[in-house]
């Protein structure tokens, strides 16, 4: 596994827009104020030029988006992050040039939902370690929270541990630049029982990253087999209901994606809405029950905020005991 290098205080963090841009006056405000905050962390920002610019749901076409990041990638920085997720960063895959990635220096790209399928791809391919994590918008906060200042610990750390927190955001507030975090965080295990979860991580947004399945840009098989310790597999569901989520979850099944896993563990979601008498928890007995593999549910991962940073292709130990969890994350 490559990993990036870690950062210096004054080095520059490339902002670009993979997915969509910014352009409401809220966001702008977010975003002007995550760099701020940024700045008073010592550390510079550069910005590429789509980040202020949207339409029909991206900032720019697919081919200007890769431009734009492949810039970055090339630049004299460290660290990208992506403004914010969307829909469509799959249409800047094909632009991607794999002669950049692979003789620049690699760096530490963050990010999560739609932008998720960048990260994803980056280290399936290229072996690779990127970061699924809150995005540039939550370093707005008046208090950063703590998972928001785990990312900086992904970049300068060699072994990240990470605890359950106490609370999340049941609601989805609008307009909002601080967490309202009131409901008591409690995982769940598939199986009620207590379990260790060891291996090479890989993961992201379900809805995202499973738009290249049995694509010329799905490495996964390929990339699974390579690491005979097994994959710690996650998933943030953003928006299926329990119908699109046995679809997906079979895809990638019958894909061979889940080849070589050791355990999955999915995070909290908000749709969880019953299919007549389908429910969230029958339809991942339907797809795990025949694997014999540990399922933890309810995790810190994803959408519903607060959320971990997560190292695609680093070393994770995830320990679910009493409804909580501790999960280390080596770069090995």
């Not at 889940?258 to 969230?280: A, H, M, P, Q, W």
């Amino acid at each position: 596994m490559i990993y990036p290098e870690s950062i210096n205080k004054d080095e520059i963090i490339g902002i670009t827009a993979t997915s969509k841009g910014v352009t409401s006056d809220f966001d702008k405000e977010r975003l002007n104020k995550a760099i701020e905050n940024l700045h008073n962390l010592g550390y510079k920002t550069k910005i590429t030029d789509n980040v202020y610019s949207n339409k029909q749901f991206v900032s720019s076409s697919g081919q200007t988006r890769a431009k734009e990041f492949l810039k970055l990638w090339s630049d004299d920085i460290k660290v990208i992050s992506q403004v914010r997720g969307g829909e469509l960063l799959l249409e800047m895959l094909p632009y991607l040039d794999d002669k950049i990635i692979k003789q620049n220096k690699p760096k530490w790209i963050f990010g999560f939902s739609d932008s998720s399928l960048l990260e994803f791809y980056i280290t399936t391919k290229f072996h690779i370690a990127t970061i699924n994590s809150s995005n540039i918008f939550d370093f707005a906060a008046s208090t950063i929270h703590k998972s928001v200042l785990s990312i900086i610990d992904c970049f300068n750390k060699k072994e990240i541990i990470q605890e359950s927190f106490k609370l999340y955001e049941k609601e989805k507030q609008k307009e909002r630049i601080d967490y309202i975090l009131d409901t008591k965080v409690k995982y769940d295990s598939l199986y009620k029982k207590d379990v260790t979860i060891k291996g090479r991580i890989i993961g992201g947004c379900l809805e995202a990253i499973t738009e290249i399945l049995g694509t010329k840009y799905d490495y996964v098989e390929d990339f699974t087999s390579k690491y005979p310790e097994g994959m710690l597999w996650y998933l943030d569901i953003y928006d299926s209901n329990p119908l699109d989520l046995y679809r997906r979850l079979l895809q990638m099944k019958w894909s061979n994606w889940f080849k070589n896993i050791n355990g999955i563990v999915i995070g909290r979601t908000r749709s969880l809405k019953e299919c007549d008498d389908l429910t969230y928890e029958d339809v991942l007995h339907k797809v795990f029950d025949d694997m014999n593999i540990p399922v933890v549910l309810d995790a810190d991962i994803g959408h519903v905020m607060p959320q971990f940073s997560i190292i695609n292709g680093s070393f994770g130990t995830f320990i679910y005991k009493n409804h909580k969890c501790i999960f280390k994350q080596e770069k090995i």
